[in-house]
């Protein structure tokens, strides 16, 4: 074990730091998006569900691991199965950071792009129909302009990265966390008191059963997955900077808490706009970036709101992006060695070159046309959220089942808990359930793909 290794400074440091990494892109552009095209409140309590029944043991087990251990997740699944072939999930979450960054820089480019139209007051224009649209369109299209905000973007995560655990990722999260929040809660005092915003409440919390599909329980599934950031090791990294003393119990509710909490403030603040201003709720992944600035223009205050709204969007996916380039950077410290501005400079260049190719795939230079329809960036997209993450979550599940021992781990989340009485037999069933639920997501998008 490392003994040297830097720990966060507080507890409510930890929190805001792994609550940020939690709150991201997911929350405020995935799940409005995934609500409204199925069934609003209906998709809110399988989601809900989920969390509760696989998020939180997943956590649980995530941030055991990493205090345990005190590595990355490659050198953590090593450690505690004495160098077996269980490091190869650790492995695979490291690839997944590289999968993920890359295209998640390229939207947290876009935040940046849309704070930065809403703040020199350019919103105005897309007041007429389509306007929004067709900007959007061209925007993303462009070979230039999006390229050039998703490096600014990857910069930023480097320069808040290379300073490190204390100094970088808890100074910056204990800032960036409560203006979040405080934007967020002027966001649904605005929504809730428009005309109308009524029937975006009952959307959101009156739930309509029939409008609920099979595909709508199985992206809830997943989603619960990619909004606490589980399956890669994140929470693993994050959990490896906390001393044995922490209470890992009270910190996994209070991460889940929180993001549970934001993504139903950002659902309100968003259909209570759409409904208020008879808009379609089921537009799809457009919904934040076409939408909603086609609103902003009719609303009382609509330029202010919008510079907010696109500035807390863009705060969420940096504080997500950071934990991310921080599980790669922590495998090249504690692994081979590297120093953490070496890793970080060579890492963060590497996920920006790929992120590159991303933002181009949207227009006319997508690598992957000569083979398929798709573009490199979904297939990023869809390639971690939907494969790469439900399995290494079930892994990690099926590793404390099978592996580590439900006694160990019930050793490790007891020490530092204040309040602990699950026996094994509980946590054995609890993370049986668990592991099969997620296999359940796993082999469900597998037969879908061949299909
Ligand atoms: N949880 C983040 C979000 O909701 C995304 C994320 C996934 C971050 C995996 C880290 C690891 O946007």
Redesign the pocket.
């Known amino acids: 074990m490392t003994s040297n290794r830097e720990h966060w400074g507080s507890r409510a440091g930890f929190i805001l730091a792994a609550a940020g990494?939690?709150?991201?892109?997911?929350?405020i552009w995935k799940y409005p998006h995934m609500a409204g095209q199925h069934g609003g409140a209906a998709f809110t309590m399988v989601y809900l569900l989920c969390i509760l029944v696989v998020g939180l043991p997943i956590l649980l087990a995530e941030l055991s691991i990493g205090r345990r251990t005190q590595l990355n997740p490659v050198g953590g699944f090593s450690l505690l199965s004495n160098n077996s072939n269980w490091k190869w999930v650790g492995f695979l979450g490291v690839a997944s950071a590289f999968t993920?960054l890359s295209f998640y820089s390229v939207v947290g480019g876009w935040t940046i792009k849309y704070t930065v139209l809403a703040l020199t007051g350019s919103f105005g224009k897309f007041s007429a129909t389509g306007a929004a649209g067709d900007f959007f369109d061209a925007f993303v299209k462009n070979p230039v302009e999006p390229v050039f905000w998703h490096l600014v973007f990857m910069g930023l995560c480097v320069f808040i990265i290379d300073r490190g655990v204390k100094a970088g990722i808890e100074r910056w999260s204990k800032v960036l966390m409560p203006v979040l929040l405080g934007i967020l809660v002027l966001l649904v005092f605005r929504g809730v008191t428009l005309d109308g915003a009524g029937a975006g409440l009952r959307f959101l919390f009156s739930p309509k059963w029939g409008d609920l599909d099979a595909s709508g329980v199985v992206l809830a599934l997943g989603h619960s997955f990619?909004?606490?950031?589980l399956g890669?090791g994140?929470m693993i990294t994050y959990g490896s900077y906390l001393r044995r003393e922490s209470d890992l119990i009270q910190s996994a509710l209070w991460i889940v808490a929180l993001d549970t909490f934001i993504a139903l403030m950002a659902g309100i603040a968003i259909f209570t706009a759409v409904f208020a201003l008879g808009q379609n709720p089921a537009e799809g992944p457009g919904l934040i970036f076409v939408v909603l600035p086609s609103l902003f223009p009719h609303m009382p205050g609509g330029q202010f709101f919008a510079a907010l709204f696109f500035f807390l969007l863009f705060v969420a996916a940096l504080t997500?992006a950071i934990?991310?380039l921080e599980v790669v950077t922590a495998y090249f410290i504690d692994e081979k060695g590297w120093s953490r501005t070496r890793a970080t400079n060579t890492f963060g260049a590497i996920i920006a070159s790929i992120g590159v190719l991303a933002s181009l795939s949207n227009g006319n230079y997508n690598v992957l046309s000569p083979v398929t329809d798709l573009t490199f960036m979904d297939l990023l997209d869809k390639a971690s959220s939907k494969y790469m993450?439900p399995l290494g979550g079930m892994l990690t599940a099926v590793f404390v089942l099978t592996r580590w021992g439900v006694d160990h781990f019930r050793d490790e989340i007891k020490s530092g808990a204040k309040w602990f009485q699950l026996n094994k037999q509980v946590i054995t069933i609890i993370f049986v359930i668990a592991s099969l639920v997620v296999a359940y997501i796993f082999a469900s998008e597998l037969v879908a793909l061949f299909r």
């Open positions: 990494s939690a709150v991201g892109l997911g929350n993920i990619f909004t606490i950031s890669m994140t997500s934990s991310i993450l």
